[in-house]
Nanobody
Framework: QLQLVESGGGLVQPGGSLRLSCAASGFTLDVYAIGWFRQAPGKEREKVSCISSSGGDTDYANSVKGRFTISRDNAKNTVYLQMNSLKPEDTAIYYC????????????????WGQGTQVTVSS
């Protein structure tokens, strides 16, 4: 069964950090671009970051640039999202998705999606 599983979410205070993981099972990620997306209550799902299949190219939403870092370890079949200096507006369900292309695609083109992990930033 092909699936992506996110982990690492939780409750954190403003200014804190979390590292999300996106692990694949049933397929290897090294030929897939991976995107991280998030959806806050009452809002549309938005792209947070993406990374090329090789890891050599990355992209970030303006709202997270300088605070979030995406990376991948193809040997572990896992992609990470390091989130620092978290703000209350980062509160959302975070999803990872895989698309069998080299680099980032529009959201609707991703082939596989995880179930999401909740990130809550609150004091």
């Amino acid at each position: 069964q092909l699936q992506l599983v996110e982990s690492g979410g939780g409750l954190v205070q403003p200014g804190g950090s979390l590292r999300l993981s996106c692990a694949a099972s049933g397929f290897t990620l090294d030929v897939y671009a991976i995107g991280w997306f998030r959806q806050a209550p009452g809002k549309e799902r938005e792209k947070v970051s993406c990374i090329s299949s090789s890891g050599g190219d990355t992209d970030y939403a303006n709202s997270v640039k300088g605070r979030f870092t995406i990376s991948r370890d193809n040997a572990k079949n896992t992609v990470y999202l390091q989130m620092n200096s978290l703000k209350p507006e980062d509160t959302a369900i975070y999803y990872c998705a895989a698309d069998r292309v080299y680099y980032c695609s529009p959201q609707y083109e991703y082939d596989y999606w995880g179930q999401g992990t909740q990130v809550t930033v609150s004091s």
